[in-house]
């Protein structure tokens, strides 16, 4: 199955700062999308990006198709958006199942 | 809408026990989805089912069963429950399984069973 790498592993941020966070996988990918996972487990849909930029409020998305990797950027963080992000990738050789990368724990400090 | 419901929220079982953790999405979504997520981990999957009365494996299956008799309801089963089967379960639906640029899975707020 097609390997995501998500990196950093852990990022702590203070509140109003802005980030990165990176999403390499190995294959093409027909469908990629962005989770956040809260502290208390709920698990949100970012975005749907095989490709593209995409902006929602404080988050936006980029992912290059070609160069196999997306990047989520957080601006002005708060604290509610301190939680686990994870990028999850599919093709349609695998019936667009999602495979998971490992996550990002982001801690923003007030 | 509810969206998507899962029960029980935790569960304790021994080892050898069995269960059946229930999930009910109200959305008419075509695909469901069953995931485990061990500590510091992403999610695996363990079932799939694109309609009613169609399942797949996905990742872990092993230990593992499912059914799909109707659009809304997508139950796990385990059987004679072991300690690496101590997880957080999710269950997830989507309309179209990722073909469409609007399809997003949607989960439910999990299920924490512990097999001791």
């Known amino acids: 199955g097609i390997q995501v790498e998500q990196s950093p592993p852990d990022l702590i941020l203070q509140e109003g700062a802005n980030s990165t966070l990176r999403c390499n996988f190995s294959d093409s990918v027909n469908n990629l999308q962005w989770f956040h996972q809260n502290p208390w487990g709920q698990l949100i849909n970012l975005f749907y990006?095989?490709?593209g930029t995409k902006q929602n409020g404080r988050l936006s998305a980029t992912t290059v198709a070609t160069e196999r990797y997306s990047l989520l950027y957080i601006s002005s963080s708060q604290t509610t958006d301190s939680g686990v992000y994870f990028c999850a990738v599919g093709d349609r050789s695998n019936d667009y199942k999602l495979s998971f990368g490992a996550g990002t724990t982001v801690t923003v400090r007030a | 809408n509810a969206g998507v419901t899962q029960t029980p929220k935790f569960r304790i079982l021994k080892i050898g026990q069995s269960m059946t953790l229930q999930c009910t999405q109200d959305?008419?979504?075509?695909?469901m989805y069953w995931y485990r997520q061990d500590p510091g981990m992403g999610l695996k999957l363990i079932y799939y089912?694109?309609?009613?009365?169609?399942?797949d494996k996905g990742e872990v299956p092993n230990g593992y069963n499912v059914s799909r008799s109707t659009t809304e309801d997508f139950p796990l089963r385990l059987e004679l429950a072991a300690p690496s089967q101590t997880s957080v379960y999710f269950c997830?639906?989507?309309?179209?399984?990722?073909?469409?640029?609007?399809?997003?899975?949607?989960f439910g707020p999990g299920t924490r069973l512990t097999v001791l």
């Open positions: 959305m008419n979504h075509n695909y």
């Open positions: 990006i095989p490709s």
């Open positions: 089912s694109v309609g009613a009365g169609i399942t």
């Open positions: 997830a639906s989507s309309w179209s399984g990722g073909f469409e640029s609007t399809d997003t899975q949607y």
